[in-house]
């Protein structure tokens, strides 16, 4: 039998544990607060707020001083705001009533089978200052370059709900989107990403963004949890965000890069002015980059006229090759997968940069005179 902790006041929900293969020890909410009755954890604890209906104050440091121990909690309700801050604390498993035998089993199969936890890998978020600056098109090419370029798995998330073009950039068809992820996001786990994202040729894990926009809106909260189990479960997600959409702009706290997307265009200018502000003032200056893309040397409106506008340096430039951009959408083909290409390149140079990878050496064949000249020296 699995040995987990419990903190509960259902006699119902031990017994079931029991059932389902679980040899639970009983414990108090006090307990939580450095008792030494918990200080060699379990592998799981389950932990039941029905009649409380709030996360313990001590949960969060258990979880801190033990990070091997996975937390279900039981509630009423998969209330967004409660299921928030339990995540937050550090709990991996929510559980509403009605509890089933079986719901349990498949609840208690994912704390002990689950790998041990990692250290968070990185959120990179892509945000244009205007439609049409060429966001999606660096979001995919950068995840894909991350994708050749580390050994990490690249999670790429659509978050224009209902109208991104993400896989038309990648040539995928993807069965489920970010809606489904959000109305399961109670079942947020390794298995949960697996069965939801769809892998590309680039060898790219892509969440879509559908076809279907919910008349309400994005919640924050599930939304928020959605993007902190990515970051926790993905070596790099990139983000392709939305500008006019609140909810998005909000849950960034787990972005380690924002790049706002502008380019020489007077519209495009001020409205990246404005984004880039609201979101130093958020985040803190040090995670927003400008980047502009399409650079043309010939412009009226030159590289010290964008930092002015965009109240910071131009980390990143890209040069304009429309034609290129057009066919490698048509194609469903990334640009970076074209080696000979002058925008591939330079995309694949800033998806390193951002993500601190260092560039490959190759290494060159010498010649014999080569060898020869070596040797005398």
């Known amino acids: 039998m699995t040995p987990i902790a419990i903190i509960s006041g259902d006699e119902r929900l031990v017994e079931q544990l029991r059932a389902c293969g679980a040899d639970p020890a009983r414990f108090a909410p006090s307990d939580l607060d450095g008792s030494p009755r918990l200080r060699q954890a379990p592998p799981a604890l389950v932990l039941d707020i029905r009649r409380s209906g709030e996360v313990p104050a001590g949960l969060s440091a258990f979880c801190r001083q033990h990070p091997a121990c996975r937390v279900a909690v039981v509630m009423t309700t998969l209330d967004p705001a409660l299921m928030l801050e339990a995540m937050r604390a550090g709990v991996t498993e929510c559980i509403a009533e009605p509890i089933t035998g079986q719901v349990l089993e498949q609840a208690l199969q994912r704390l002990v089978t689950l790998e041990p936890p990692t250290t968070a890998g990185q959120v990179i978020a892509f945000i244009g200052a ?52 959000l109305a399961n996001v109670h079942k947020v786990d390794a298995s949960f990403f697996a069965g939801l994202v769809e892998r590309s040729v680039p060898g790219v894990s892509l969440l879509s963004s559908g076809t279907d926009q919910s008349p309400n809106g994005t919640d924050e909260g599930r939304l928020r949890q959605l993007l902190d189990a990515a970051g926790r479960m993905y070596g790099v997600t990139v983000l392709d965000v939305p500008r006019f959409d609140p909810a998005s702009l909000n849950t960034l706290d787990a972005a380690t890069t924002i790049v706002v997307v502008t380019t020489q ?21 040090s995670r927003v980059k400008v980047l502009l893309n399409r650079v043309d040397r010939e412009s009226m409106i030159a590289q010290g006229d964008v930092e002015r506008a965009a109240g910071g340096p131009v980390a990143h430039r890209i040069p304009s090759d429309y034609r290129a ?30 993500a601190g990878v260092a560039k490959e050496r190759t290494k060159k064949q010498t010649g014999m005179l080569t060898r020869f000249v070596l040797r005398r020296a």
Request: net charge neutral; no cysteine; hydrophobic share 45%.
């Open 130 to 181: 205007k439609g049409g600056v060429g966001t999606t098109t660096l979001a995919v090419n950068t995840a894909t370059a991350l994708a050749r370029a580390t050994k990490a798995e690249v999670l790429l998330i659509d978050l224009h709900v209902g109208h991104g073009d993400a896989a038309l950039y990648l040539g995928a068809e993807p069965r489920f989107s970010v809606s489904d992820a």
């Open 265 to 285: 265009e007077l519209a495009s200018l001020r409205s990246a002015s404005h984004v880039a502000e609201t979101l130093r003032q958020r985040y803190g200056s």
């Open 325 to 354: 951009a057009v066919e490698a959408l048509n194609a469903g083909r990334p640009l970076v997968l074209d080696g000979d290409s002058r925008i591939g390149a330079s995309m694949s140079a800033v998806a390193r940069d951002l």
